[in-house]
């Protein structure tokens, strides 16, 4: 069966800071995978998503970035973090067979 | 821009009320339309999902329905547990083959009271 992990699952960090979020996906191949931010009062946001290795497609301009080096990893990083950048930040993976998204737990990250 | 609305924001009833959910998209071409559950802090669960072509989908005491020219879904859920208590949202993926996004609603705040 499928597995999502995201780590880590809770980041407290200064403004100005770097970020990296990691994501992998366990029981599958050649998935598509997307970031996701859900910030109170503003919904589910996509941020970016991935059809393949090192190929990253961007929805939001902002001080983020993703990248894919292996097929079932995806990390989201940024150089410097700004206090709008706090939210609950979530993986996913498309089944390609049934067209349905799966989500990983999530990471909390609170940027003070 | 594809826009998802969902009505009401939050709804309580007691134990083992009926309730529908409804969900709104502003463009009715769509691929398909899918219902999540997120429980507090935690990611999504996938629970149905209706393909344009269809009226609705069951699975055990939920029950989805797609009305794809009035840009209309509900979720119906029957006989209402405590352990229904979640955030619900609905998303569509727009039509096109290479387009593999899906836009959110912000989600109705289900609390079903003992």
């Known amino acids: 069966s499928q597995t999502i992990h995201q780590w880590p699952a809770t980041l407290v960090q200064p403004v100005g800071s770097p970020l990296s979020l990691e994501c992998t996906v366990e029981?599958?191949?050649?998935?598509?995978l997307y970031w996701y931010r859900q910030a109170a009062g503003r919904g589910l946001q996509l941020l970016f998503y991935?059809?393949?290795?090192?190929?990253i497609s961007s929805e939001v301009p902002q001080n983020l970035s993703a990248s894919r080096p292996q097929d079932r990893q995806f990390i989201l990083s940024s150089k410097k973090l700004l206090l709008s950048d706090s939210g609950f930040y979530l993986c996913?993976?498309?089944?390609?067979?049934?067209?349905?998204?799966?989500f990983g737990p999530g990471t909390r990250l609170t940027v003070l | 821009k594809q826009e998802v609305t969902q009505i009401p924001a939050a709804l309580s009833v007691p134990e083992g009320e009926n309730l529908v959910l409804n969900c709104s998209f502003t463009?009715?071409?769509?691929?398909?339309l899918q219902w999540f559950r997120q429980d507090p802090g935690k990611g999504l669960t996938s629970l149905l999902l209706?393909?344009?072509?269809?009226r609705e989908q069951t699975s055990g005491r939920l029950n989805a329905s797609l009305d794809k020219s009035s840009g209309r879904s509900t979720l119906y859920i029957a006989a209402s547990q405590p352990g229904d208590s979640a955030t619900y949202l609905c998303?569509?993926?727009?039509?096109?083959?290479?387009?593999?996004?899906?836009?959110f609603g912000k989600g109705t705040l289900l609390t079903v009271n003992p």
């Open positions: 029981g599958t191949s050649n998935p598509n």
């Open positions: 998303a569509v993926r727009g039509s096109g083959g290479s387009n593999y996004k899906l836009t």
């Open positions: 996913a993976w498309r089944d390609r067979t049934y067209d349905t998204q799966y």
């Open positions: 991935s059809v393949g290795i090192g190929q």
């Open positions: 463009d009715s071409a769509i691929y398909n």
């Open positions: 209706i393909q344009s072509s269809q």
